[in-house]
């Protein structure tokens, strides 16, 4: 499972006994449905609709343990008046109403259900189990940031044999758009404020790399640059803008080719110049696309 996790796995402090709860919690009643509220809770008012329940000792078999045989149900251990946990729920609370209905988000309350919370060994807030057929599958302690939180619940809906489209990531849709009409700027800055948050997003990686390529060619007439390489096979600047034109004209191979060769050709400053721009167009194009994996061997060939 996708681990975001930023602190040791909380299961390797020793089992969670959930019998003790099954057996001794007063009569458990119905799953209530969306349009029903839970009972009471210390924590701030939900956000996410029918998809967040406030579960205390009497509603947990029903609301937690019965529930999780249908759907994954997402644990929340929090308390009223700690920032950490104050500024996570609304998160989780976000992405529960996203899911609609997909899974479901039990919020609990360790300063009003402190028995629930020693029986799962929570031992600070908040912190997060994941509970699939009545049995906690996985579970981390701390705030994490949406991107991992976000992979962390696609996995736990996997382990609940949900079939559900990945949700996209509303951070890159507005780098995107930032990108798509131009503001080169603001594209920049969302895509490194995601990378400071996800360092190996690799649509991050890639949209940061194409706003190094818009601000490459901005201004240049590509056929006068195309024309200018071709009389000047030697001239480095001039073949680097032309793979840059050739990118975004659709035809990345002949750009990366093109590089390949200037590789082979130079030497010093000029050939790792080259080579650093022929990782950068990889970059673009990201690591599963097969034109880059081919033109890798080739790079590799012509270093070694």
């Known amino acids: 499972m996708s681990d975001p996790r930023i602190t ?35 924590l701030p008012a939900a956000a996410g609709g029918g998809s967040v329940i406030d579960v ?16 994954p149900v997402v644990v929340f251990f929090g308390a009223a008046g700690y920032p950490e946990s104050d500024q996570f729920a609304p998160l989780l609370e976000r992405l529960a109403a996203e899911g609609g209905g997909a899974w479901a988000l039990a919020r609990i309350d360790v300063q009003e259900n402190p028995r629930i919370a020693q029986m799962f060994q929570v031992q600070g807030v908040p912190t997060v189990y994941a509970v699939v057929g009545g049995r906690p599958v996985d579970a981390f302690s701390g705030a994490v940031p949406e991107a991992q939180l976000r992979q962390w619940i696609g ?15 509303p951070r890159l849709d507005e780098a995107d758009d930032a990108l798509m009409s131009g ?3 603001a594209a920049e800055e ?14 991050a990686e890639a949209g940061l790399a194409q706003v190094g390529l818009a601000r490459r060619v901005a201004g240049a007439d590509p056929r006068a640059a195309l024309a200018a390489a071709e009389a000047n096979p030697d001239d480095v600047p001039a073949q680097l803008l032309a793979a840059d034109i050739e990118v975004l004209s659709g035809m990345a191979e002949q750009a990366y080719a093109r ?3 200037l590789v082979r050709r130079t030497s010093g400053d000029d050939r790792d110049k080259a080579r650093q721009h022929l990782i950068a167009l990889f970059t673009v ?6 034109a880059v994996a ?3 061997r080739a790079l590799a060939s012509a270093l070694f």
């Open 259 to 261: 590089l390949v060769d």
């Open 294 to 296: 081919s033109a890798r």
């Open 8 to 42: 040791s796995s909380i299961f390797t402090r020793g089992a969670v006994d959930l019998s003790g709860l099954r057996n001794t919690a007063p009569p458990a009643t119905r799953p209530s449905t969306p349009a029903q509220a839970g009972p009471s809770s210390g």
């Open 285 to 290: 194009a990201g690591p599963d696309d097969p």
């Open 155 to 169: 996995a736990v809906l996997k382990a609940g044999g949900v079939d559900v489209a990945a949700p996209g990531d």
């Open 190 to 203: 969302a895509y490194r404020k995601i990378l400071a948050e996800s360092p190996a997003d690799a649509a």
């Open 183 to 185: 503001d080169l700027d």
């Open 56 to 71: 205390t000792e009497a509603n947990l078999q029903a609301e937690v343990l019965e529930r999780s045989t249908t759907m």
